[in-house]
């Protein structure tokens, strides 16, 4: 890719218009796999910033303790289409079983559970056909950054609009059944070939696929 095809270009808006008062009171905080819900430090400082929403977006699952820290719950930014793709790498598995009509982004309130939370909107990225990998889940978090504060304030305004999936449906991905066969299979070439397909007869693909909430 040439500088200006580069994956990492798709989130320059991104970081341009996040404005923080004051970085310098920005806390961060590195915690070991498996310890997020059981760092102390971590759920003091939660309580006493006292937030009135948590975003998640990649980490573990956070549990209720932590969720209901906050005055309106959280909201969870999930790189798939929920319930039919629920879990770890799930763009991916849409590109493995041959379905890019079905590589999209849930914007969902966070449960006790993983990606089965009331769903606030989902949307799908205008595919190109030279995306990697990269440029295609980076496009998702680059749509989150429009739904968000979307999201965010009509939660806070006590808006009822949030629908609850159909957990029946769908299949949840664990991260360890992305396996060295499976990345394998994503090369630059399946996948230009797929996106290639997809576009050149798009309306038909998308006949099957059916958002919720869908943001537009």
Do not use: C
């Not at 806390?27 to 059981?38: D, E």
């Not at 079983?97 to 939370?117: A, R, S």
């Not at 295609?136 to 939660?155: G, Q």
């Amino acid at each position: 890719f040439t500088d200006k095809d580069m994956p990492e270009n798709i989130l320059e808006e991104v970081y341009e218009n996040i404005f923080i008062d004051n970085p310098k009171t920005i806390q961060h905080f590195k915690i070991p796999k498996g310890q997020l819900n059981k760092n102390n430090n971590l759920i003091l400082n939660i309580k006493r910033i006292n937030p009135d929403i948590i975003i998640s977006h990649g980490p573990e699952k956070i549990g209720m303790e932590i969720i209901n820290l906050s005055k309106f719950g959280g909201i969870n930014i999930h790189w798939g289409l929920s319930p039919k793709y629920k879990g770890s790498h799930t763009a991916r598995w849409a590109l493995l079983h041959g379905k890019p009509e079905w590589i999209g982004l849930t914007v969902h309130m966070l449960d006790d559970n993983y990606d089965t939370g009331p769903i606030l909107y989902q949307s799908r990225p205008d595919l190109k056909r030279h995306w990697s990998i990269k440029h295609i889940e980076y496009s998702l978090t680059r749509l989150a950054f429009d739904i968000i504060p979307i999201a965010m304030e009509k939660i806070i305004k006590g808006e009822k609009y949030q629908i609850n999936q159909n957990l029946d449906e769908g299949k949840f991905y664990h991260s360890r059944e992305y396996n060295t066969e499976n990345k394998k299979k994503l090369t630059q070439k399946y996948i230009t070939e797929l996106i290639d397909r997809y576009l050149n007869d798009k309306n038909k693909y998308d006949e099957g696929v059916t958002l919720i909430n869908e943001w537009k």
